[in-house]
């Protein structure tokens, strides 16, 4: 079977993609691979995102369809 | 090897599920089972939402963290 791509969109807050990660690693790995981007690193591709409706990051997409994702930092985390 | 619980917490906008179980069925089954939780229906379990951190739905928590999705729904999809 032939995998689908996952596509998982954020800008580099690091406590931000720690927690994301987890999330993106709990998704089928038999059904899909996750592409991870950093729109602040790769601006090219600000525009395939946008394509998939995405209007903030982070944002994984899934299927086609834009999910924004807003976990966020707890202020914990950052102390 | 025991699968982790994933919790979905929704209030039934029926655009909005629809979209958001392809998301819930992206997680590897191997690894979660996903409790989906209707806090309209279900308003006992809105303090155990609180619990996890959860500030709004539509939410997963996965690995114990809040993920706050604000897919919502596409105009186009409620014409």
């Known amino acids: 079977m032939s995998k689908a791509?996952?596509?998982?969109?954020?800008?580099?807050?690091?406590?931000?993609?720690?927690?994301?990660?987890?999330?993106?690693?709990?998704l089928d790995p038999e059904r899909y691979s996750v592409d991870v981007v950093h729109l602040g690193q790769e601006k090219a591709r600000i525009a395939e995102a946008e394509r998939f409706g995405v209007k903030s990051v982070p944002a994984l997409v899934v299927g086609g369809l834009p999910f924004h994702i807003n976990f966020g930092a707890a202020l914990a985390d950052l102390k």
Chains 1, 2 share one sequence.
């Open 5 to 26: 791509t996952a596509l998982f969109f954020h800008a580099g807050c690091p406590v931000c993609v720690s927690a994301e990660q987890q999330f993106v690693q709990a």
